[in-house]
């Protein structure tokens, strides 16, 4: 089955410092979502993003779908952003594939 | 409008006994997922239903595992037989086709 990875599984930022968070996937995908989960284990979307650059707020994405990597970007990091970053992707069946996660930590 | 609900919030039981999870999805959407996590871990993929019909069961550990959606919306997961080993985060997830899912808050079970 499909394989992801997440780059890197640990990241502790000060605040107000940018970072940038990878996923590669080993196989074609439908569909790529990239979600934060808080302290309190609740999964949020963040993208959902095959393809193509999306931008919301502080938090951009990018993915190469040919390259089969996505990339996530947090300017102006703020301690609410602390949490585990998950990326998952479809394949050719309906369910999603996580990655590891990258946990990220910003000190005030 | 509101999100994906999930019931109860926390569950312990012990060893041997049954337990039952409850979904329920986002009003309209059609496909229901259900995922496991442990700790440290991303959420794995148990089953999914399109309308009332488990379209993928794959991911189902083994039979002790079973779930169902008899109207196309509120889903139970079940697990008989509990063991130590099926203490984790349980997640339900919603879309309106195959598009983006959306996560409920999860099930923490806990087997003594």
């Known amino acids: 089955g499909i394989q992801v990875e997440q780059s890197p599984p640990d990241l502790i930022l000060q605040e107000g410092a940018n970072s940038t968070l990878r996923c590669n996937f080993s196989?074609?995908?439908?569909?790529l979502q990239w979600f934060h989960q808080n302290p309190w284990g609740q999964l949020i979307n963040l993208f959902y993003?095959?393809?193509g650059t999306k931008q919301n707020g502080r938090l951009s994405a990018t993915t190469v779908a040919t390259e089969r990597y996505s990339l996530l970007y947090i300017s102006s990091s703020q301690t609410t952003d602390s949490g585990v970053y998950f990326c998952a992707v479809r394949g050719g069946s309906e369910k999603l594939v996580f990655g590891k996660g990258t946990k990220l930590t910003v000190n005030p | 409008g509101a999100g994906v609900s999930q019931t109860p919030s926390n569950k312990v039981t012990e060893k041997g006994k049954y337990v039952e999870l409850r979904c329920d999805p986002i009003s309209g959407h059609t496909a229901l997922y259900w995922y496991r996590q442990s700790l440290g871990q991303g959420p794995e993929f148990l089953i999914y239903?399109?309308?009332?019909?488990?379209?993928?069961d794959s991911g189902l550990p083994n039979d002790r595992f079973f779930a169902v959606r008899p109207e196309g919306s509120v889903s139970t997961l079940k697990i008989q037989r509990t063991e130590r080993g099926d203490s984790a985060v349980y997640l339900c997830?919603?879309?309106?086709?195959?598009?983006?899912?959306?996560f409920g808050p999860g099930t923490r079970l806990t087997v003594l």
């Open positions: 239903f399109q309308g009332t019909g488990a379209a993928d």
């Open positions: 993003i095959p393809s």
């Open positions: 196989d074609s995908v439908n569909n």
């Open positions: 997830a919603s879309s309106f086709g195959t598009d983006t899912q959306y």
